[in-house]
């Protein structure tokens, strides 16, 4: 029989070191259900306990606001159950853990960042970092989410304003083109999804006024987006009083039609591409 020289005492303080690796890399994952959302990075889960996502900022431009942040990832994750991550190179908060959220393999704080609800929180070292700044650069130069109004122009001859706002049927978005260039004037759901493109056409310089009818539309948080040339402007747009209640529609849910808001002299009418609505243009 041949007698090991290594004494006992090392093999059972290997055998407690393997053990108590494999219990830190157990306790540091674990599976929950969201039970709320308090705001951009920061849930509540079984058992009333905090939770903040690594890594995750406000959104980082003016487009979207902390509550567009907060909404948006309350539509992913509340009711859902989700893996928690820890990072060895983050300290958890002061009553809040400090973690990395999968929901069906998916890493929630990665998402949100692609997406444009959120920028990467400076100021500190985390695993992921380089992977949720090259994310943050994608949305940046994809100009999605907050992003659309990154570079933007405040020409006060290109503005839009929604009137009334909230809304209930039917809303007026009347809009300032500071010169001749394409334009186009969609309406956006929570989840950044294009639910009605109201104008989509070549336009000469002056003040137009879009009618948009929600139809099938359910009471909710959306964004009015303008585009003309390379400027973009946005601004939110509430739907109030009916939630999903469905009514007669045109084709894409939306009936649209667009005027200069001063009474011309003349007026030229066509088609807009796609269909819908007439757009009408002044000649002096």
């Not at 705001?39 to 939770?51: A, L």
């Not at 959104?59 to 989700?82: M, Q, S, Y």
């Not at 990395?100 to 985390?126: C, H, K, P, T, W």
């Amino acid at each position: 029989m041949i007698r090991s020289s290594i004494p006992v005492r090392v093999w059972l303080s290997a055998i407690l070191a393997i053990a108590s690796a494999v219990s830190a890399s157990v306790s540091a994952q674990e599976r929950v259900t969201v039970s709320k959302v308090l705001d951009h990075s920061t849930i509540v889960v079984s058992k009333n306990e905090k939770i903040t996502l690594i890594g995750v900022d406000k959104p980082p431009t003016g487009a979207f606001t902390a509550r567009d942040a907060k909404d948006h990832l309350d539509e992913i994750l509340r009711g859902k159950e989700v893996m928690l991550v820890a990072d060895p190179n983050v300290a958890d908060a002061k009553g809040a853990k400090s973690r990395y959220i999968y929901l069906n393999g998916d890493l929630v704080n990665q998402r949100v960042i692609s997406e444009g609800f959120a920028g990467v929180r400076r100021g500190g070292e985390f695993t992921k970092l380089e992977a949720f700044l090259e994310a943050e650069n994608v949305a940046r130069r994809m100009k999605i989410g907050a992003w659309i109004l990154d570079g933007s122009t405040t020409d006060e001859q290109f503005s839009m304003t929604i009137t009334p706002n909230p809304m209930s049927e039917v809303a007026m978005l009347q809009y300032q083109i500071p010169e001749p260039c394409n334009v186009s004037l969609l309406i956006l759901d929570s989840t950044n999804r294009v639910v009605a493109s109201l104008v989509n056409a070549r336009m000469e310089q002056g003040a137009y006024t879009a009618v948009f009818q929600r139809l099938r539309l359910p009471d909710g948080r959306y964004r009015c987006q303008l585009s003309a040339g390379s400027r973009v402007v946005s601004e939110n747009l509430t739907l109030v009083g009916r939630g999903a209640t469905t009514v007669a529609a045109t084709a894409d849910g939306v009936d649209i039609g667009t005027a200069p808001t001063a009474v011309p002299v003349e007026r030229k009418s066509f088609r807009l591409p796609g269909g819908g609505g007439t757009h009408t243009t002044a000649k002096p």
